[in-house]
């Protein structure tokens, strides 16, 4: 599957690989999820501008600034994602600046820190319910 951002389609820049689903039956239903299916989803919401957030509410007055602070983060790259046998690897890297919010409902730029994570999500089936763990690579 492949999932087309909205409006202007450009295409994603991915090719389609091909991957194999172990022949198995013993259930009545399964479900395989291709990596290009992911990165497809990750490049859409990169696009649509969904890993972009503000906090603007008043987060905290520090000692050293004495004005509400607010913290806007924004995706660098598109997200990419990797499949493995048991689990998924995903890697982003977004930007984080701090703003004080003077009393004139203007702001100005405190600090800007880049940061890339690599998360690592392995998920189980326990107890008939889905469980999954979350390890920081990096």
């Given at each position: 599957?492949?999932?087309y951002p909205?409006?202007?389609y450009?295409g994603?820049?991915?090719?389609?690989?091909?991957?194999?689903?172990?022949d198995?039956n013993d259930?009545?239903?399964?479900?395989a999820?291709?990596?290009?299916f992911?990165q497809t989803?990750l490049?859409s919401?990169?696009t649509?501008g969904?890993?972009?957030?503000?906090?603007?509410?008043?987060i905290a007055?520090?000692p050293?600034?004495?004005?509400p602070v607010m913290?806007k983060?924004?995706?660098?790259?598109i997200?990419?994602?990797s499949l493995?046998?048991d689990?998924f690897t995903?890697e982003?890297q977004e930007s984080?600046?701090?703003f004080?919010?003077?009393?004139?409902?203007?702001?100005?730029?405190?600090?800007?820190?880049?940061?890339?994570?690599?998360?690592s999500?392995?998920?189980?089936?326990f107890?008939?319910?889905?469980?999954g763990?979350l390890?920081?690579n990096?």
């Amino acid at each position: 599957g492949i999932v087309y951002p909205a409006g202007n389609y450009t295409g994603p820049p991915y090719v389609a690989t091909p991957f194999a689903i172990p022949d198995q039956n013993d259930s009545m239903l399964y479900l395989a999820f291709s990596e290009y299916f992911f990165q497809t989803s990750l490049f859409s919401y990169y696009t649509a501008g969904a890993f972009n957030i503000t906090i603007a509410k008043e987060i905290a007055k520090y000692p050293i600034i004495p004005y509400p602070v607010m913290m806007k983060l924004m995706a660098t790259e598109i997200p990419l994602v990797s499949l493995q046998q048991d689990s998924f690897t995903l890697e982003i890297q977004e930007s984080m600046e701090v703003f004080a919010l003077l009393p004139d409902s203007t702001t100005q730029s405190l600090f800007t820190v880049n940061v890339a994570a690599n998360t690592s999500i392995a998920l189980n089936v326990f107890d008939q319910k889905l469980t999954g763990s979350l390890c920081l690579n990096r």
